[in-house]
């Protein structure tokens, strides 16, 4: 009688594990600043990902037209905001990718699903995303789009994954 008893307590906590949605794979090199609430930094929630090919990129730029999307070593050798964290991407589940920035503030971020491993964004294969989450089609985001305004602590942004599809990037849905 006990034994069963015993059973069906572990079924149930069993069944009760198994209700509790599973946490994104908090993934990048800064991704221990996020998990532990150490701020301030962006995490970003990767929605609409291809595949799980190649590696997510997330890049930090200054939220201004000059700077955005500029060269990373021209930036940094000026003293200017830049980081990158990368990673691989785990085989399934929800994906979050985190970075720490220097201080609360207003920054301009890109992500990247670099699928091909090339340091070169790669226009027939590679998708990218921008936190407004507007279709990318032909251009460039506008610094605009790619701003993300960093408190003291975690600032948890969505971003759809955009890729290649007839003349222009949008979202795969």
Known sequence: MLCMRIGIALAFAWAAIALVPA???????????????RGP???????????????????LYPANNTDYLRDDTDLVAEGKVFRRTRSRLPA???VAICVRVP????????????RVGRDKFSFWSDGAGIPANRALVRSKPSVEQARVVAGSGITTVNVQMQYLRGFGFSPRS
């Open 41 to 59: 930094a962006i995490q970003v929630n990767v929605q609409g990902l291809k595949d799980r090919s190649g590696e997510l990129w997330l890049e």
């Open 92 to 94: 399934a589940g929800d």
């Open 23 to 37: 946490a994104s794979a908090q993934i990048g090199e800064d991704s221990d600043y996020c998990r532990n609430g």
């Open 103 to 114: 201080q609360p503030g207003t920054y301009a971020v890109l992500l990247r699903h670099n």
